[in-house]
């Protein structure tokens, strides 16, 4: 399975913010979309990324308080990225080994989407069911020995 996969399934809804954009507006966009993240794009590129983590890490910095702080001094600048062929597991790996929830998927310079580590769990376990139930139905439909010919 690919990550194009999960794409498919989970639509091509894209939420972005400019890093100049006021964290205060971008925390209500997470909120009211209800998403965990945004990805940062700047003269079509992708700059960063900005997450609920992110967020609280600023917040905590300023003394409770987001202030008149912009996107740009809160988000990764260097956010973990895949492309549509990426395999599932391999991003399951980067995303375990990088504590990344949220990974946008880049084809070249153009972002496709991002997919959450709910997305990659979701699209493991639905995986798993249908090989199961594939298999279930594989051993219920077992041919039935016959009895050995005694020659």
């Not at 972005?16 to 940062?40: F, H, N």
């Not at 880049?106 to 990659?120: A, E, H, P, R």
Request: aromatic residues 6%; proline residues 5%; negative net charge.
């Amino acid at each position: 399975m690919k990550v194009s996969d999960i794409l498919r399934v989970k639509g091509n809804t894209l939420y972005t913010v400019p890093p100049d954009e006021p964290l205060a507006k971008a925390a209500e966009i997470m909120a009211e979309k209800d998403i965990g993240s945004l990805v940062v794009m700047e003269y079509g590129a992708l700059v960063g990324m900005l997450t609920f983590r992110e967020l609280i890490f600023c917040v905590v910095k300023n003394g409770g308080q987001m202030g008149q702080s912009v996107v740009r001094t809160a988000m990764d600048a260097h956010p973990l990225t895949c492309n549509s062929d990426t395999e599932i597991n391999e991003v399951r790996r980067m995303m375990l080994e990088h504590h990344s929830r949220y990974v946008p998927v880049m084809n070249q310079k153009t972002l496709m989407g991002v997919i959450s580590f709910y997305d990659v769990a979701k699209a493991v376990v639905d995986s798993q069911n249908f090989e199961n139930k594939m298999l279930r139905a594989y051993i219920r439909d077992w041919p039935e020995e016959r009895d050995a010919d005694p020659a």
